[in-house]
């Protein structure tokens, strides 16, 4: 689980260890939704049933079908002890009575949950052990290991390792949730919950792959947000970080309209769209488009939009930084000319194209303008 890179992985491994540590020919993870009143299969592992699948789209069941999880794990809990693990068997408390101490045998607890019993008895297991997973002092899932019919019953021992390997489950689970959290922050922008630089800078390079070898389309879309500074200065940086959110939402809104686009904030007033797939035509369509929402916000004045798509005669486009030069040539050539139409790399005269150009220029810039091309 230490080495899991999802949520996916990290139940798929867990799977895989409680049903071997158990001696179980079958194992899943579970994962409470709470919102939705369901239990939700992540993963199952080992010897499939007719139906089951090692990576459910849509394996769920409904709580009030499972009442341990929500109203006898809780009890059990709430004098402060420890949630345990229990036995089901297909026959159930009448064909196999439920013991519920050491002495008796066969760990019982879950009462003869009869949606247990009937699974069970449908997929050819004749015994299971269930452990809740506890996160953050609060039912998460469950972990559940079956044997064939006909296999020893899991015991009262079977049961108390079963806890265990749940709590060792609830630990690799949480290791992975604040993995998750982390990568998210380093590839997101704080304040408008976009992808960053970074985010856009890894996207594009394997965008350009894709470009290398299937010749798929790539075009960048960057912006800049005309008047912030004059907000900040004249109404205060709270009022220019909400026209900064509000133009992100829009933003997202235009790039929603190409299917896998990436909507970035590429650091201060500079935005960007990267999209991987659609013609050039449609990403200026959509460019169009973001010009005219943007100039309509009752903050800011409107934005500057320059696209450089490989789908234009723009010349070999080996390089993400080669890409970010056009499109950002092509958005500063808007700026200056205060369009309000977006500006597009090649289409003006190829590469003799003044974008194209101005691209192409040794860059003398210094300062921020500088450090735009910069990767």
């Not at 079956?146 to 390997?165: I, K, N, Y």
């Not at 309209?257 to 990403?283: I, Q, S």
């Not at 369509?285 to 234009?312: I, Y």
């Amino acid at each position: 689980m230490a080495a899991a890179h999802t949520p996916r992985e990290s139940a798929h491994a867990a799977a895989l260890g409680v049903r071997q540590a158990l001696g179980g020919s079958f194992a899943a993870i579970s994962k409470w939704e709470r919102e939705l009143g369901k239990l939700r299969v992540l993963v199952n592992t080992g010897e499939l049933a007719e139906g089951e699948e090692e990576f459910p789209d849509d394996e769920s069941y409904p709580v009030h079908e499972f009442p341990e999880i929500v109203g006898f794990l809780h009890e059990q809990w709430a004098g402060g002890g420890e949630p345990s693990a229990w036995v089901e068997t297909a026959e159930g408390p009448h064909g196999r009575p439920a013991p519920r101490t050491a002495e008796e045998g066969p760990a019982g607890g879950g009462g003869g949950n009869r949606q247990r019993m009937a699974a069970l008895r449908r997929r050819g297991r004749g015994c299971c052990v269930v452990a809740p997973i506890v996160l953050h002092g609060r039912a998460w899932g469950e972990l559940y290991v079956a044997r064939r019919t006909g296999e020893p019953v899991f015991g009262r021992a079977d049961a108390d390792f079963a806890s265990v390997l749940a709590a060792v489950t609830a630990a690799g689970i949480a290791q992975t949730e604040r993995l998750a959290e982390a990568r998210r922050l380093a590839f997101t922008d704080a304040l408008t919950g976009l992808a960053n630089r970074r985010a856009v800078d890894m996207r594009l390079d394997e965008a350009l792959e894709l470009h290398r070898r299937d010749e798929v389309v790539v075009s960048l879309v960057v912006c800049d947000l005309n008047g912030l500074k004059r907000v900040n200065d004249s109404r205060g940086h709270a009022v220019g970080d909400r026209l900064l959110e509000r133009f992100g939402s829009v933003l997202s809104l235009c790039g929603a309209m190409l299917p896998g686009t990436l909507v970035a904030r590429l650091g201060g007033d500079e935005f960007c769209l990267l999209a991987v797939g659609p013609p050039a035509d449609e990403v200026v369509k959509v460019a169009g488009e973001l010009c005219d929402r943007a100039g309509e916000l009752d903050l800011g004045e409107g934005v500057a939009v320059g696209v450089a798509s490989t789908g234009d005669p723009i010349g070999p486009v080996r390089s993400a930084r080669r890409l970010f030069r056009l499109a950002d040539a092509a958005q500063y050539k808007a700026k200056a000319a205060r369009s309000g139409e977006p500006v597009i790399a090649g289409r003006h005269g190829g590469k003799d194209d003044p974008v194209v150009r101005l691209a192409d220029a040794p860059d003398r810039r210094s300062g921020p303008e500088r450090r735009r091309f910069r990767r």
